[in-house]
């Protein structure tokens, strides 16, 4: 079935550095990309995504391009911010049917610590 | 515009209780799934609702049960709590129609099980 492995975390960076983290993905099909941020204590937002080959998603400064010669889809940001500190999570979808739709498997989730 | 709601926020039950959680989809949406998210983890696909129907189910023992009404709103019922099913249980919408369509998540429900 589908899967998704995202780097093992907790990650902790100063402000200002630069970020990445990795994500690989299994799938059958040619799934849609996603990234999820989790504040504490919330739900998840989306952050970006991508839905085929080389497309690159981008949101307040995170970038991820979907690279299905490897099947990664890392996400990368310049300088990071306080305010960036969550979790964060890889995800693709799967169209469940013709009648339903996406369904979304995710990895286990990034934890990101910002320091000033 | 209202995003997806959920109802409770945090809710307390005994093991062997059952639990019922609400959901309202986003304006616009059709389609609800369900997630379980356990502790630490990345969130788990229960099952999805579209056209009051379920669709699809994940990896859930029946205890685990829902239905969406026809103004598409859902409710997820879980029978006979055991204490691993503690977590928070999120509620996401999106259109049914097409492909790579956004989905949409609540806040969730966060449920203890004691």
């Known amino acids: 079935g589908d899967s998704v492995t995202q780097m093992e975390g907790p990650v902790t960076l100063s402000e200002e550095a630069f970020l990445t983290i990795n994500c690989t993905y299994t799938a059958t099909g040619y799934p849609s990309l996603f990234w999820y941020v989790q504040y504490p204590g919330e739900g998840l937002q989306l952050l970006l995504k991508?839905?085929?080959?080389?497309d690159k998603g981008s949101n307040k400064g995170f970038e991820a391009t979907y690279r299905k010669e490897t099947t990664s889809f890392h996400l990368e940001k310049g300088s990071v911010q306080v305010s960036d500190s969550a979790v964060y999570f890889c995800a693709l979808s799967d169209r469940i049917s013709n009648f339903g739709n996406e369904k979304l498997t995710f990895g286990t989730g990034t934890r990101l610590t910002i320091i000033p | 515009d209202a995003g997806v709601t959920q109802s409770p926020t945090h809710l307390i039950k005994t093991r062997g209780q059952q639990v019922t959680l609400r959901c309202s989809p986003k304006s616009g949406h059709d389609t609800v799934s369900w997630y379980q998210q356990a502790l630490g983890q990345g969130p788990q696909f229960i099952f999805q609702?579209?056209?009051?129907?379920?669709?699809q189910r994940g990896n859930f023992p029946d205890r685990f049960s829902g239905h969406q009404f026809p103004n598409y709103s859902s409710e997820l019922n879980v029978n006979a709590l055991l204490l691993g099913d503690s977590a928070l249980y999120l509620c996401?919408?999106?259109?049914?129609?097409?492909?790579?369509?956004?989905?949409?998540f609540g806040e969730g429900s966060w449920l203890t099980v004691v």
């Open positions: 609702y579209y056209e009051e129907e379920e669709r």
């Open positions: 991508a839905t085929k080959a080389d």
């Open positions: 996401a919408s999106s259109s049914g129609q097409g492909g790579g369509n956004t989905i949409y």
